[in-house]
Every structure is written in C-alpha cells, then in structure tokens.
C-alpha cells in the first residue's frame, strides 16, 4: 500500500471511485473550489491500482507548513474501495495497513502542525497513537431517515417542538429556496459570523454557495416572517446522506423556532429524497452541541488526529489545549 499525490491520468478513475464509495466532501466538484492549497492523495495497491484516496489542505503561516481538513469540511473524505473480504482478521489487518500508510506518509511529508479528522466509518486510529499522534473523540448527531417522519419529530426535544409549533402559529413560514435566492444563505451566515465576532472566508462561501451548489448536491430551506428571511438552513449531500453545512440567523428579528424550523424542513425534504441518513456534522461548542441534540439523533463518534514539531507541540497545548 502507497500514499502518493494523486497524478493527473488517475482525476478521471478517482472521481469515478469517489461517487461510488465516498462522501461528496470526496467528490472532484467539492475539492475544487478550494484551489491550490488543496492536495488529493491517492491510495495505490501493491499493482500500483488507484483503491481510494482523501484530500489535505496545507497552508503556509510564515515559515509553518500545516496541514488540515479542507475548509467547510468535516474530515478528509477517506474512501476505499474494499473487496468482498469475509474474514475479519484480514478486513481490519487491510484497514490497518491504509491508516498506517496514510501515518506514515503525513511524517515523512515534514508538515509543522498535523490536524485532520477522519470519516466515521474509520475508527482504528492506532498506527496514529504508535506514531506519537494524539488521538482525540469528536461526535455529530446523525438521524435515520429510514425513520418515519412521525418517530422523527417524536425523537425531538419537547423544547424544540415547543419552539417549532411556536414559529407555526405565529405565521413563520418556511419555503425551500430556489437557487436564484441562494443569496439569502450568504446574508444571513455572514450575519451570523459577525454576530459572534468570527471571520469566514467569503471567497470560499460564495463558491460553495454559488458554484458548486446544483439541485444533484444541496438544498437550503428558510424561515421567513413578514417576507423578510430571519433564518437559513443549508444541506449538501451525496447518495446517502445529507449534511448540515451552513446555517444562519437575522440577529435583528430573533425567533426561537425560525431557526429550527428551517432545519426541520432540511432533515423531511433528505427523507424525500430517499437518503439514509441527516448528519448535523457535530459541534465543540456546547450551546450549538445542545441545539443538535435536540433534533433527537443517534451521538455517532469520530476520530481527529494532532501532531506537532515539539516546540510547537508545547506552545499548542497552552493555545489549543483540546486538540494537542
């Protein structure tokens, strides 16, 4: 097993893997927004046969080469194609073997800073912790669309239902946005960035809002009182699930349920489009956590792996104590 670079005759076998076994934050329409800085590996069998791949972000900070998920992603959309393996000892002494590639192929790359988290389905992560990464848990909440809708809304927080009948009898009304007012996602999530004093990159969103955004990948629904939109919930998705990327609120009109009413709507239109699963792609911050864990979904866990030169390490743990 080898990590290389992925070469440019191999675009066309990798996107065509990608569709059949990744996520879309895999997919070649979603990597390329994010230009150079972006860098596709390839995962090569010992024929030298393309078998899966994943993405990194490095940006240089000064002299610092760092190397992360790419933006507005939530891992690096690791993907392999497995063949019919029914022996567990050699399904997992496989799967170990491409983590322990892809360890060992992070190393000798001499990145500064290492902070990338892994797809779900990835939970061996020893050949990180033998390597001297750290290791650390991070969860998102995930529904079963196979659910009803009607055990779906049951699962939710009474507060939550509370605050959705709420917006309802007070005449806020929810509609599915057509792309022509996708600039109502833009208005309201740079609203919500600056409310809480956080940049984002606005080249990167208006991108992910404007190009890559089609009817085969993302849907957004929002929250309207008087006509006037108050608050936006924006999904991608792939063929099976669906991913809550972006969302916002008009801090001037505050509401309780427009918020999640929006949302609401997201998670019944994947049901319609017959995926599997809604992912809320997780949260550190405990008042958004809280929010998520009120839509009643299953707490699933990921992994996230850091690394540092030493001196960096040791002025990382005072700066980023969770993650080194």
Known sequence: MEVKF?????????????????????????????????????????????????????????PLRICTNPPFSPNIGLFLKIKDIQNKVTLNSFIKMVIE??????EKNNFHIISLSFPRQFIDMQPFIWKKFKVIPRYTYIISLDNSEEDIWKHFSSTRRRYIRKALREKIECF???????????????????????????????????????????????????????????????????YYLLGGIDPEVKHHGAGALSL???????????????DFEGSTIPSIERFFRDFGGDLVPYFRVNKALLPLEIVLKFLKRDLF
């Not at 590639?101 to 992070?106: D, G, K, V």
């Not at 009817?215 to 309207?224: G, H, Q, Y």
């Not at 609401?264 to 995926?275: D, M, S, V």
Request: proline share 1%; aromatic share 18%; hydrophobic share 40%.
């Open 264 to 278: 609401y709507n997201c998670i019944k239109y994947a049901k319609q489009l017959k995926l599997k699963y809604f």
């Open 101 to 106: 590639s892809i360890s060992e192929f992070l």
């Open 176 to 242: 599915k946005l057509e792309r022509s007012d996708f600039n109502i996602i833009k208005i309201l999530v740079e609203k919500t960035f600056l409310r809480k004093n956080k940049k984002i990159n606005l080249d990167l969103l208006n991108k992910i809002i404007f190009s890559f955004a089609n009817d085969e990948n993302s849907f957004a629904f929002a929250s309207f009182k008087n006509n006037r939109p108050i608050a936006v919930s924006f999904c991608i998705y792939d063929n099976f699930s669906a």
């Open 6 to 62: 992925l070469n440019k005759k191999d675009f066309e076998v990798y996107s065509n893997l990608s569709k059949k076994y990744g996520s879309v934050f895999s997919y070649m329409e979603w990597l390329n927004i994010f230009g150079k800085n972006l860098h596709i590996l390839g995962l090569y069998d010992k024929g030298n046969n393309l078998i899966g791949g994943f993405a990194i972000y490095i940006k240089k900070i000064g």
